[in-house]
């Protein structure tokens, strides 16, 4: 677990705390978006062939805030995320 003084840090509790999120491919919030970040450690997201940046990550079900895996993983107790499973026909939440 990580501490409550990380540098990461910064109110996400306001807007993240106990909210559901799903693993999946980056997707635009917008046409005008070409890219997100991390809402933690600013880890670029991006549909494009480059090493730098995360195809992939946890998203908000609106699909506006967007982490990385590593931040998931030290944050998720703190943050008591709740994660959205698709099926071909049902949704469930673990």
């Known amino acids: 677990m990580v501490a409550k003084g ?3 840090l ?6 993240l705390k106990g909210v559901t ?3 999946k ?3 635009r919030y917008s046409p005008q978006w070409d890219h997100d970040h991390c809402i933690f450690c600013w880890a670029e997201f991006m ?8 195809r992939e990550g946890y998203a908000t079900t609106d699909d506006y805030h967007w982490i990385c895996k590593q931040c998931y993983e030290d944050f ?5 995320w709740k ?3 698709e099926h071909a026909d049902t949704k469930s939440h673990i």
């Open 6 to 8: 990380d540098w990461r």
């Open 10 to 15: 910064k109110s996400q509790d306001k807007f």
């Open 21 to 23: 999120l799903r693993w």
């Open 25 to 27: 491919k980056y997707t």
């Open 47 to 54: 549909d494009a062939d480059s090493p730098d940046v995360l």
């Open 76 to 80: 998720k107790d703190m943050f008591e």
């Open 83 to 85: 994660i959205e499973i």
